[in-house]
């Protein structure tokens, strides 16, 4: 395990779970991004200009991190793309059926002990570590 970084891991999850509670605490909405990203692309009167910023904002944040250290962006995509835009729109899929992201249940939810999100959270755990094992194992890698 080269890639260990207890700090800066912890410091991130403080982080983004401070940020989760703020926007509910302070604002009233949860911080998940397929729900902000939806409320974009089918916009409500009044309710828009939030998303887009915050959406922005997590542009922004991966370009200003790219800017300035370069080196967080070295890794290698061992799979083929095709096989990547699947996983990508069965993850879309997944978000539709279960009304929400690994973000909204994950983080909001779990810390609000929504017995939905729970269960959301530990299917979206389980599905994705049987959904590695039996492909690496099913293809020899």
Do not use: E, Q
């Amino acid at each position: 395990m080269h890639n260990f970084t207890p700090i800066a891991s912890l410091l991130g999850g403080m982080l983004i779970g401070l940020s989760a509670a703020a926007m509910l605490l302070l604002d009233g909405k949860i911080a998940g991004i397929s729900g902000i990203l939806a409320g974009v692309l089918k916009p409500i009167a009044g309710d828009t200009l939030w998303r887009v910023c915050f959406l922005t904002g997590l542009l922004a944040g991966g370009i200003a991190l790219r800017i300035l250290l370069p080196t967080a962006f070295d890794f290698g995509i061992i799979r083929p793309l095709p096989l990547l835009i699947i996983a990508g729109l069965l993850v879309g899929f997944g978000t539709r059926l279960g009304s929400g992201c690994t973000s909204g249940h994950g983080v909001c939810g779990v810390s609000r002990l929504s017995p939905r999100s729970l269960v959301a959270t530990g299917t979206f755990v389980f599905t994705g570590a049987l959904t590695v094992y039996l492909f690496n194992h099913l293809t020899g890698n």
